[in-house]
């Protein structure tokens, strides 16, 4: 899915059809713990909508419209398939989005130096970084503008008036307040300022991610789950292009393993929290999210995480990273 930047795939066992597989499958899957070896016809819906060679064209574009669907399987009275119709085919450009617009705030994190990409940082700071025409707070913000919000939160410290004077000089039809930490408070410290701010349930971005996915349904998840707060967690997958060796005492030798690939779930820097937390964060004093994260699980809170694939999750807070984007846009 990554690869064709699609969010559905065709399934088959030899060559029959098995069934529509959609990255909110693999989503559910994973927040269910479901083992990565579970084959994959097993986590496939059970709902999933089809039509029938005897359905005609008006029939199939009105029921893919009203599930928004990405692709429409067509089959036969035995359950073969026999065509595939995309929306992009039937409907153009038109938005394909089924899930309504939500308008909650949203906070950026923007307070840092922005020391993993120096030089640059010495004189633009890092959420004013060009990404092709725009800066990447800029791009991060537009990304929560497509799914409806529109009012903005920016933690700000280092060169906070050039920050300021920027968005001060754009058009823009948002609103973005900003409050400042006179000193680093760590990743979530500044957030004390927002106290009796933000009423609703907000989101929280880095100023150095961008993440390629529909962030309603990450909102859906944490409605549903009743979570505090939610981590959008993404896949990396590293290979070890070496056999790896396990000793006991003595170093005998208790197992070889040859090039092994392991997979973990990381935190992408992105966040939905309850707007009570707020309250929970120490006034002027040096706090990372990880700190409140340990309090609300010490407290039996609820801290869910929501997956998303590896290369949904972009990370430009280094060189190396940055110029990659640069090379693949």
């Known amino acids: 899915m990554d690869e064709t930047k699609v969010k559905s795939l065709l399934v088959f066992e030899d060559e029959k059809f098995i069934g529509l597989l959609t990255i909110g499958d693999i989503q559910r899957a994973l927040i269910k713990n479901i083992s990565t070896d579970t084959l994959v016809k ?58 309504p617009d939500i308008n909650i705030p949203v906070v950026i994190m923007a307070g840092g130096k922005g020391t993993r990409m120096r030089p640059i940082t010495n004189i633009i700071p890092k959420p004013l970084i060009p990404l092709d025409d725009k800066t990447i707070a800029e791009h991060i913000i537009s990304n929560f503008l497509n799914i409806g919000c529109n009012n903005f939160f920016m933690s700000v410290n280092y060169k906070s008036k050039t920050i300021r004077d920027y968005f001060d000089g754009l058009e823009k039809k948002y609103t973005i307040n900003f409050f400042e930490e006179n000193k680093p408070l760590g990743t979530a410290g500044s957030l004390h300022l927002l106290d009796d701010k933000i009423k609703d349930t907000f989101f929280i971005s880095n100023c150095d991610i ?111 990273k940055y110029l990659n984007y640069l090379k693949l846009k």
Request: net charge negative.
């Open 42 to 99: 097993e986590i496939i819906g059970k709902n999933k909508v089809y039509v029938s060679v005897k359905d005609d064209i008006e029939f199939i574009k009105s029921k893919m419209s009203s599930i928004r669907a990405e692709c429409m399987p067509v089959l036969s009275d035995l359950g073969e398939l026999i065509d595939v119709y995309f929306w992009k085919d039937l409907f153009g450009n038109k938005k394909n989005n089924l899930s």
């Open 210 to 320: 961008l993440i390629e996915e529909d962030y309603r349904e990450i909102y859906k998840y944490h409605r549903e789950y009743n979570n505090e707060l939610t981590i959008v967690g993404s896949f990396r997958h590293y290979s070890i292009p070496y056999g790896t060796l396990e000793t006991c005492e003595e170093g005998q030798l208790t197992s070889i393993t040859e090039k092994p690939e392991l997979s973990y779930l990381i935190n992408s820097g992105m966040y939905i929290l309850e707007p009570h937390l707020i309250r929970d964060i120490p006034k002027d004093k040096f706090f990372h999210i990880t700190d409140l994260i340990k309090n609300i699980q010490d407290r039996g809170g609820r801290v869910g995480v929501f997956p998303v694939s590896e290369k949904s999750w972009i990370d430009i807070g280094e060189w190396d």
